[in-house]
């Protein structure tokens, strides 16, 4: 009788044990899952600006200004920075200019990253 006892409480101790782990392992999936989701979003989200930023200098400047600017803010992460270049491509009236200005914001940015 005494026996079965112990037997009946190791098997409720094993279920559990197997409960709680499952549920933990769920609990660390969804925040991973999250956190793997607003990351992957951010950079759709940059993606997009970026695109956004190379049909707007082709529009106003030719395209192999645009692409030097693509090539240029491929690394921009900061979106404050990507800002920066949206207001250059108004502010420049001239594709080596905007060009020029677009150097300066990527050298802040990696001295910020630096730093």
């Avoid at 049909?55 to 920066?84: G, N, S, W």
Wanted: one cysteine or more; charged letters at 30%.
């Amino acid at each position: 009788m005494l026996a079965e006892r112990v037997q009946e409480w190791t098997r409720e101790w094993v279920q559990q044990g197997y409960a709680e782990g499952l549920e933990q392992g769920r609990a660390e999936g969804r925040a991973q899952g999250r956190a793997e989701g607003r990351a992957q979003g951010r950079a759709e989200g940059r993606a997009a600006g970026r695109s956004l930023l190379h049909r707007q200098a082709a529009r106003k400047f030719e395209t192999a200004t645009a692409d030097q600017l693509a090539t240029a803010i491929t690394e921009l992460r900061d979106p404050e920075r990507l800002a920066e270049v949206g207001e250059s491509i108004i502010d420049c009236s001239t594709g080596n200019q905007l060009l020029e200005r677009v150097r300066i914001i990527c050298g802040h940015e990696a001295a910020e990253q630096e730093g």
